[in-house]
Nanobody, 122 residues
Framework: QVQLVEPGGGLVQAGGSLRPSCAAS????????MGWYRQAPGKQRELVTA???????NYADSVKGRFTISRDNAKNTVYPQMNSLKLEDTAVYYC????????????????WGQGTQVTVSS
């Protein structure tokens, strides 16, 4: 089983920055994808940013130029740097990690974190 820990949410003023993280642990053989999603009240969960094991990145149009994603492969950790935060960035943010489990139960995994609240105030 693969576990995810997501510290780093919180309350920040508009224009400020946050740098949460998501660390994966367990019997991990390989991580292929690390993504950061969010869900605001009354809205569907949406992709914010993601990074593959090859380093390819993807950003939602709403965060391009403000958010940057990076990962530490040795620590199985992803860091979404969130700058110039806006009121509309307020949401619960979820980490999603996909890859392959190692011994004794080889196979693909697709794990979600418990979510961390990010609140941007005026």
């Amino acid at each position: 089983q693969v576990q995810l820990v997501e510290p780093g949410g919180g309350l920040v003023q508009a224009g400020g920055s946050l740098r949460p993280s998501c660390a994966a642990s367990g019997r991990i053989l390989r991580i292929d994808y690390m993504g950061w999603y969010r869900q605001a009240p009354g809205k569907q969960r949406e992709l914010v940013t993601a990074i593959t094991n090859g380093g390819s990145t993807n950003y939602a149009d709403s965060v391009k130029g403000r958010f940057t994603i990076s990962r530490d492969n040795a620590k199985n950790t992803v860091y979404p740097q969130m700058n110039s935060l806006k009121l509309e960035d307020t949401a619960v943010y979820y980490c999603n990690v996909r890859g392959m489990r190692g011994s004794p139960s080889y196979g693909n995994f697709d794990s979600w974190g418990q979510g961390t609240q990010v609140t941007v105030s005026s």
